[in-house]
């Protein structure tokens, strides 16, 4: 069974930068697409960023504003998601997902609904 485990959360100040790891266990770095999500206090579970299999396609929500990117690094078996300019709002828990049912438009590969396997989350926290 795949397994998702990430880490490289913690607590920064607004405009500080994190770089978030999920170490997947298997191959399936490189072979479906992948994906970031995160949950902030009272908020429902949104799209951060998705990867397809080659590391050629990317899709942001609009939130990131050029402020976040997502690669992988299929040797090492990892999702990345570097994080500059952070943001009081940018307050959640993050996660990593794989194994998607459909990845046919963006709306499929950036919906929580849409993953079977899922990490247990890194949280972020950023102060202003």
């Known amino acids: 069974q795949v397994q998702l485990q990430e880490s490289g959360g913690g607590s920064v100040q607004a405009g500080g930068s994190l770089r978030l790891s999920c170490v997947v266990s298997g191959d399936t770095v490189g072979r479906d697409w992948m994906a970031w999500f995160r949950q902030g206090p009272g908020k429902e579970r949104e799209g951060v960023a998705a990867?397809?299999?080659?590391?050629?396609?990317?899709h942001y929500g609009s939130f990131t504003r050029g402020r976040f990117t997502i690669s992988q690094d299929s040797a090492k078996n990892t999702l990345y998601l570097q994080m500059i300019d952070l943001e009081p709002d940018d307050t959640a828990m993050y996660y990593c997902a794989a194994e998607p049912r459909a990845t046919q438009f963006v709306f499929h590969v950036l919906h929580p609904s849409n993953y079977h396997r899922w990490g247990q989350g890194t949280q972020v926290t950023v102060s202003s």
């Open positions: 990867i397809d299999s080659g590391g050629e396609n990317t």
